[in-house]
């Protein structure tokens, strides 16, 4: 088995080649193992070609392990993850490779409240990897049976829409991507009163019509479509659903930070000021809005399972992640772009002012991010080197994820990537002439580290 499938909080990799179904089957068992043949565990599926031979493999290695499965089908993973929250089950786990190429799939697994492992992940890993699964005899194998499709989201459309109610009818336009959001995401947006639209949305695995990853460069037909028929704004998920970028009715991409921070405001009126977690790349707008507000800003690592411990350990109100994860506890603790979705459009029925006079209210600041090319033999050693030059220069570092230099007109981040041989910078500053010497600033470190590695 191909160990660089293994993350911190997923399984990825590419179908037949690096991931194939004799891995998932182990991983399965391994995880049936960690849960000690016992209990019950929830599966869902996004629409990759493979992950319906995925679910299989998984749904075999748990059952032989003692585990019973109950499979929703394909949902959208924060559909997935209510059933599970919801239901009588002591873990869950979801067939996915996010906004990954179609060529790749993987695994994700889920505690009962919906929300990712995060060490225990390893432990799950390390068993697939060595060996060492409890198999159990023919007569205890796990059960299987399967939930309807429609039922599960029905089931979730009724949660929140006993919670959320428009004023008026908003004009909304969805870019489904092709992808798991299909049915659920227009179906709710619109019995909760909005007028729906959408684009991409038959679910394909092939993703024929635009990358499964939502950004500015892929959204370019939304954003078209949205000033052509006067939308308010649009949505554009990624395949599982579990991300989404929002476009103002000028058709721009919004910044995730930006979508929090109006969520942030709703909250804090509605029921004070709090905590609101960021990861460490999160733009410095974050403070500066929220702080405004009374509330405080808590950074923490890259990754929605990391996201998610830190809601819980600081009880937050809101978290923020730069790549467009959204989490609102006053539903649930794990992340949901259509929930968010619908969080906006409620704002904006409420509201006399567009979307794009909202964001425009707020700062935007130059951002840039620079990849270096290092070996993964030395990168980490590159890391090391990096933290020590940066100490030399009598900066405040921040060693949350990676390192984060921090300035009082901007900030650089440096983290080496777990899956090529580089070493990722983002840089944010105040003015343009700020950033471009932020950027000589990382680059004159990084050749020197490398130097001295």
Partial sequence: MDEHIFRAYDVRGIVNKELTSDAVASIGMAFGT?????GRVLIGRDVRTSSEMFEAAFV?????????VVSTGLVPIPVA?????????????????????????????????????TVENEVVWKTALEGGHRLVGWEDIGGFSRIDEKEAVSEYKDFLLERITMKRPVKTLLDI??????????LILGEAGAEVSTINGEPDGRFPNRPSEPNDKTLGALKKRVVEIGAEFGVGYDGDSDRAMSVDDKGRTVQTEKIGIILARDLIERKGPGVVVANVSCSMIVEEEIEKLGGTVTRVRVGDVFIAEAVKEHDAILAIETSAHIFMPEFYVFDDP???????????????????????????YPYEEINFACPDEIKFQVMDEIVSEFSGM???????????????????????????PKIRAAIEAK???????????????????????
């Avoid at 190429?101 to 492992?117: A, F, H, I, K």
């Fill in 431 to 453: 003015t343009p002439a700020r950033l471009k010497e932020l950027k000589k600033i990382v680059a004159d470190v990084f050749e020197k580290s490398k130097g001295r590695a």
């Fill in 177 to 186: 991507g092709n992808g798991a959001a299909y049915y659920a995401a227009p």
């Fill in 338 to 364: 259509i929930l968010a979705t619908l969080q906006i459009a409620r704002i904006l029925s409420e509201k006399d002012e567009r979307l794009s006079e909202i964001v425009d209210a707020m700062p935007s």
């Fill in 60 to 68: 075999s290695g748990l059952a032989s392990a003692g585990v019973d």
């Fill in 394 to 420: 009598g900066v405040e570092l921040d060693l949350t994820d990676g390192v984060k230099v921090n300035y009082s007109d901007g900030w650089i981040l440096l983290r080496p990537s777990n899956t090529s």
């Fill in 34 to 38: 960690y849960l000690e043949g016992k």
């Fill in 81 to 117: 993850n209510f059933m599970t929250m919801q239901g009588d089950f002591d873990a869950g786990s979801y067939i996915t490779a996010s906004h990954n190429p179609p060529e790749y799939n993987g695994v994700r697994l889920r505690r009962s409240d919906g929300t990712g492992y």
